[in-house]
Each structure stands twice: as C-alpha cells, then as structure tokens.
C-alpha cells in the first residue's frame, strides 16, 4: 500500500502548501503580481516573436524567384526541365515576354498606354520558380540564386532579396533579445519566488521543526513549499496569459494599421493551446525551481 | 533498547557536555536522568533521537547505530521515539487534535484515522473536550497533555521526555507523571530528564546522575528508597 501513503502524503503537503498561503495571503498576492507582470513581458514579446516568425513563414509560401533570360535564349523548355530538377524548387513556370508585357498593362491599368509607344516589347522573358521550405531561409536562397544565375541562358534572378533580408534579419535579433529577456527574467522571477519561499520557511519554522521532530523526512518537509511555488507560478501564468489575452482584444482595434504594415495581415495570431500550455509550464518550474532554490540550505538535522 | 559506549559530546573550545558516557537501557525500562543545571542532560536526550551525533563513541538506539547514521535516515529513527519538552512545543495556529495529528500525518496515515486515533488518545489524557481548541486557550497542564498525546500517538517503542513537569505546579506535574507511568505501563520504554526531586522522591525507578557531563551514579531500582544518599551500585 505504497502508493496510496505516497497519494495521502502528497495530499498532506498540498494542504500544507494552501494552508501556508492562507497565512500569509499578502506575501502570495505579491509574489504572484510580480511573477505575472513577468510572464505578461515575456508573453507579450513571445506573441510579437512569434506573429513576426508566421509573417515570414506565409510570406515564404509565395516565395518565388524570378530568373530572368537572355534575350537570345531559345532552348526554353530543356531549361525548365534543369530548373524543375534542382532540389528545393517545386514548380518552374514559364512567363514569355509576350505574356509579361500584358501582366505590365493590367498592372498599369489607366496608366497602361505609355506602353503603346514602344516599338518593340523591352521586357524579358522568365521563369518563376515556386520553392519549397528548404529554400526559404535566406542563406540558402542566395546560394540557390547563385546557381540559378550561372546557368547558361540565365542572366539575372530576382527574390526580394533585400525584404527577406533585413526583416529575417530583424526577426532573428529579436529571438535572441527575445532569449535575453526570457533568462533575464528567469532569473529575477526564480528569485522572487525564492525569497517568498524563504519567508514561508521562516514563518514555519516551529512547523518544521516539530515536523522533523515526530520523524518527517527532507520530502515531507519540502513538499510544501515546492507545491507552494508551483501554485504561485502556475497562478502567475494563468493571470499572465488572461491579460495577454484581454490586452490582445483590446489593442488590436487601436494598432490595426500598424499590425497590417508589420505583418502584412490586419489580425496577429494568439497563443495556441500548446503556447499557453508552455508559458504555464514555465510559471510552475519557475516555482519549483525557486522553492528549490530557497531550501537548498535547510538544514537536513536537528 | 539504548546501548552507550564511550560516548563524548564535545562542543567547540573543548567544552564537554558529556565525557565516556557507557550505559545500557533494556527495552521497557523507566530511566530518571538527573544532575544539575548543564550537567549534560538535554545533550544525551537529543543524542538519543539523533539530533546530535557524539564526538567519539558509539550510541545505539533501538538497533540503530545514531554515530553513523545518515541524515537521510535520522527520520525513521524518530518515528520510533515520542519526544517531548519543558516548553511543550505545540502548534499556536493549530488545532489541539490538529496539532497530534502531525505524528500520523508524517506516517501515512489516513485522514480519518488520523482524526480517531488522535482523538481517542487526547480522551484517554482527559482532553476529549478540547480537540478544536487552540493550545493558547489551555493550561499548562493540558498543553502538556497534548504535547505528550502528540508523542504517544504512534505508540513509540521509546518515549523522551525532557523536564516534562519543569513548567508546571506540582499537582500538574504529578498528573503528567502519571500520564507518562501509564505508557510505561503499555510496554513503553521511558527516560525521564529532571532535576525536580520530589519526582524522584517519588517514583523508584532507575536514576542516571550527570554531573558535569559524566555518568557519576547508575542506581538500580531495587536499591531505592533505602539507599538514599549513598551509591549503591559502583559504576563499571
Ligand atoms: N550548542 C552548544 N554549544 C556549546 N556548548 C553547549 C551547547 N549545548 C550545550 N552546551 C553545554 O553543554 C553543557 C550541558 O548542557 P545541557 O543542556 O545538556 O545541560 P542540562 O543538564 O540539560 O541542563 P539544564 O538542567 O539546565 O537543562 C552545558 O555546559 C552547556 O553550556
Ligand atoms: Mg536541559
């Protein structure tokens, strides 16, 4: 019967844990305000990371790059079929300078008869490739682009390069500022936990004690308090992610023109279930690991 | 039950608390502990439920060798001893029955046998109508009561009491003698550390006399009262 002494100890500890913030009801509200103002920021700057990280995705599924002939090439379709070979690319699609032109009228529209006094059709033909996510990262793009540029009949790729640069560039500065932050306040939250933890001991000291006492082991006595920091965070996050979500609601009318310049969308993703999971997660081990933290030097006699 | 060899509890600046202590206490025993103020009392009571670990020598304390126990293991040791003190001990902002309770919880046992056995033990020590009530609302007498239903609980093989009477009037204190006569009487092996003579005055039981950390007088119960004043067993 074990298992089941095991399930009444933990039991025991869990009411200890509620029983503990009962008597200090202060010390836990302010813990877990701190905590979530925490949680919030980092919220906050993961949901940024990660709408940035979707944009540059969706903006990846159209990627295309436009490899633009010489005039004189003519093997047009031994051409595609290399292109269509290379790794990465998904499809090769074939734009002659006849059909170019008339994408340049329609996009013109009105403005589309300053075309007519030319003599003879300026464009080139060319042909777009659609990638496939190998090819989505910049770095591999331009090597790709490269290739593509050295092949005979070739004379030029296009691939906006230069948006795809600057804003991966953008993106993968803010994942590590984004890093930064996250260990910054790891450390800070793990501490205030800490110290909350720090003074639940001392106020049960007596407790303790008496615990040890009639023979209670290091678990038993430690119990509490790791289940005391895991409520803390886990509330923390809860509260985090309620305000994350509520300030979300709220600010998207007032930011919409921003967010459709930003993203290219007018409406941002929230977390997904399996984030907000995460960010929970992360408030619960912040508990425990500041609760740990605190009673690394409780002393084992006496 | 307790087996002592040589021990010696030395504090920092060569302070000796207790010098070549070597003694035997069988299983059902009632033991006085007795000497003067700092005699080393409280320093071999909180060897024996593995508080402190002696500077040289050997303590056994049912099997358990407390010399070289781990830390780890100190608690099961416990689960075997009733301790209880002067000061009682309790648990202002718990229950009384809440606060006996501690010693089954820490064993596993289940809620609502906690709640029965806790409470039959508090109405065998006359405090069935006190379980809800906090320890600061009773008398010393009672809170001692409680303090003791804590230790008993879990029918400890050994109980230790540390000038369990030093805080109370003298009826109260032979109320709590009785109390702790009537566990021995269950098969408890008992060690009692006092210095209140008219306690020893009136139990004849075995009386171990410290005197500045050494054992100077084992006095068998047999020889008493007659023997008062003079030793009557030499020491080994
Ligand atoms: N932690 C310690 N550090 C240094 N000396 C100590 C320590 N604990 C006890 N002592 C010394 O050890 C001696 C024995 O102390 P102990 O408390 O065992 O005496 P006692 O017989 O219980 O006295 P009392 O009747 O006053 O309770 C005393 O001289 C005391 O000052
Ligand atoms: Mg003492």
């Known amino acids: 019967m074990i298992e089941i002494e095991v399930i009444r100890r933990i039991l025991t500890s869990v009411r200890s844990a509620l029983r503990g913030i009962r008597s200090a009801p202060l010390v836990f509200v302010i813990s877990v305000t701190t905590l979530s103002a925490g949680l919030l920021l980092l919220g906050t700057y993961l949901l940024i990371v990660q709408n940035m990280r979707g944009v540059l995705e969706n903006f990846g599924q159209d990627l295309k790059l436009v490899a633009f002939l010489d005039e004189g090439a003519t093997d047009v379709d031994a051409m595609k079929h290399t292109l269509s070979e290379l790794s990465g690319v998904q499809a090769v699609l074939y734009v002659s300078n006849d059909t170019a032109l008339v994408r340049l009228r329609e996009d013109l529209g009105r403005d589309a008869d300053v075309l007519d006094g030319l003599d003879r059709n300026p464009l080139p033909s060319s042909f777009e490739l659609s990638l496939g996510p190998e090819l989505r990262e910049e770095g591999s793009l331009r090597v790709f682009a490269k290739q593509v540029e050295g092949m005979p009949g070739i004379n030029e790729t296009r691939y906006g390069e230069d948006w795809v640069q600057s804003y991966g560039r953008i993106l993968r500065a803010m994942e590590w500022l984004g890093l930064g932050l996250g260990v910054f306040l790891m450390l800070i939250l793990g501490t205030v936990i800490a110290g909350t933890v720090r003074l639940a001991v001392y106020s049960r000291n007596d407790e303790i004690a008496i615990q040890r006492l009639v023979g209670a082991g290091g678990v038993f006595v430690r119990l509490p308090f790791y289940i005391e920091g895991a409520i803390q965070g886990g509330v923390a996050a809860a509260v985090a992610i309620s305000l994350l979500y509520a300030l979300f609601g709220l600010g998207l009318p007032v930011l919409g023109d921003i967010l459709v310049f930003l993203l290219g969308k007018p409406v941002p993703d929230f977390f997904g279930r399996q984030e907000m999971l995460a960010l929970v997660l992360v408030g619960i081990s912040l508990g425990v690991g500041g609760a740990m933290l605190s009673l690394l030097r409780l002393e084992e006699r006496t | ?236």
């Open chain 2, 1 to 236: 039950m307790i087996q002592m060899y040589h021990a010696e509890k030395r504090y920092e600046g060569n302070v000796y608390a207790l010098r070549d202590i070597s003694l035997t206490i069988e299983r059902g025993e009632f033991v006085f502990l007795t000497g003067s103020s700092g005699a080393g009392k409280t320093t071999l009571l909180r060897m024996l439920f593995g508080a402190d670990k002696p500077s040289t020598g050997q303590i056994i304390v049912a099997g358990r060798n407390i010399t070289k126990m781990t830390a780890s293991s100190v608690p099961e040791l416990r689960r075997q001893i009733g301790v209880i003190f002067q000061d009682f001990k309790l648990l202002p902002d718990r229950s009384v029955v809440d606060n006996v309770a501690i010693t089954l919880e820490i064993a596993g046992v289940s809620r609502r046998e906690i709640r029965a056995r806790a409470w039959n033990m508090l109405r065998r020590l006359g405090l069935g109508h006190r379980l809800d009530h906090r320890p600061k609302a009773l008398s010393g007498g009672e809170q001692q009561r409680v303090a003791i239903a804590r230790a008993l609980v879990n029918d400890p093989p050994l109980l230790l009491a540390d000038e369990p009477t030093g805080n109370l009037d003298p009826d109260l204190a032979l109320d709590i003698m009785d109390i702790i006569a009537d566990a021995h009487a269950r098969g408890t092996t008992v060690i009692v550390a006092t210095h209140d003579p008219s306690l020893l005055d009136r139990y004849p039981h075995r009386r171990l006399v410290l005197d500045q950390g050494r054992l100077v007088t084992d006095r068998a119960p047999e020889t008493y009262p007659t023997a008062i004043g003079r030793a009557a067993l030499p020491l080994p």
